[in-house]
């Protein structure tokens, strides 16, 4: 009888630390990490910050969100990786840092436009997105959202450019394939290169110059560098932000509505965000002696504009050849900027 007994309380003890245990464990906090390749200072580092911060906030802490910034869990261009492989759950990369691999996606985010603002063609990119022309290429992810930088400028270091012409046999940094394709057109020596990397190659002389947005010069001290500033107005790039996709699939049902609604939110945000920097950028550069803006001539616009409709004619054909649906991206393009009132110039 008191074998029994005692075989029923240790039988019952066990209950309970099974019991016990898996609730500790269903207690404990889901752990989300989001990396970045910017430092806290700049739009992408700063939004995830806040992103992170609302997340935890909106879950009770159910979610803890450690955002990883200024590249700290890898380069720049692997950022996406970093996602795919699971070693971080949610990052902000750009595409155009490993051309060929995002083919719909460079083809939307790298053709220019003609913007003072980036928000309409935020917005327009997002409305893509929902599309799903996107899905299949950025697998094992799921893509959150989109923003376009700033309009690019091109900016020198000790050369004041103000004809295109004068551009000849300078090495500009450049990134994107089709930004690649375009600089030896304008006669230029196309240096590819991450962001981080650019102050020191402009201070260095290893590149006389770079397509940049103003936005940078405050976040990558960009101002110390550069002395004079071609406008252009163009896009050129954008930002992204993925999700490992098993990562959310995994979520709980709640949690996976509070990071979609924060997904809506953060991506007006990280747009308004990067009109913001570029005015704060512009006004603290020309603030600094000897620095200098002008416009691009009447003249080179037209040169320059010649450029652009043969390559991205030469690039739908190539997507097309691959049987991706690029004539119907760029269709549903065309249709969706003329909405949001973005001029296509291709």
């Not at 290169?193 to 290893?206: N, P, Q």
């Not at 097309?320 to 291709?346: C, H, I, N, Q, R």
């Amino acid at each position: 009888m008191k074998k029994l007994v005692l075989i029923t309380l240790l039988v019952f003890a066990s209950f309970l630390f099974v019991t016990n245990y898996s609730q500790a464990a269903s207690d404990k906090p889901i752990k989300i990490v989001f990396t970045h390749f910017e430092p806290p200072s700049g739009v992408g580092g700063s939004t995830a910050v806040e992103f992170c911060k609302e997340l935890e906030g909106r879950t009770g802490g159910r979610v803890k969100a450690e955002p990883a910034l200024a590249a700290s869990l890898g380069p720049t261009a692997e950022q996406f990786d970093l996602v795919a492989t699971g070693v971080a759950d949610i990052g902000g990369f750009i595409p155009a840092y490993t051309p060929g691999r995002f083919p719909l996606l460079s083809l939307m985010m790298e053709l220019p436009h003609k913007v003072n603002t980036t928000v309409p063609l935020s917005k327009a990119y997002n409305e893509l997105i929902a599309k799903g022309y996107f899905d299949k290429e950025v697998e094992p992810a799921k893509l959150l959202w989109v923003s376009s930088v700033p309009p690019i400028q091109l900016m020198f270091a000790k050369d004041k450019i103000t004809r295109i012409s004068e551009v000849k046999g300078k090495k500009v940094r450049t990134s994107g394939e089709f930004w690649l394709a375009v600089a030896p057109k304008l006669g230029m020596v196309p240096v590819s290169m991450t962001i981080s990397d650019i102050y020191s190659a402009l201070e260095k002389g290893t590149v006389d110059g770079t397509f940049l947005p103003f936005s940078t010069m405050d976040v990558y001290k960009i101002r110390e560098v550069v002395k004079y500033v071609m406008e252009f107005n163009l896009t050129y790039n954008s930002f992204a932000c993925a999700m490992n996709k098993s990562v959310y699939e995994k979520l709980p049902q709640d949690i996976k509505g509070v990071i979609d609604d924060l997904v809506k939110k953060y991506r007006e945000i990280e747009a308004a965000k990067h009109d913001d920097w570029d005015q704060r950028g512009k006004k603290n550069f020309l603030a600094m002696s000897g620095r200098e803006t002008y416009p691009v001539s009447d003249a080179d616009w037209v040169e320059i504009s010649k450029i652009f409709k043969p390559l991205a004619e030469e690039w739908v054909s190539k997507r097309e050849a691959k049987g991706l649906p690029a004539k119907k991206l760029v269709e549903d393009m065309k249709s969706t900027f003329k909405k949001y009132g973005v001029t296509v110039l291709w």
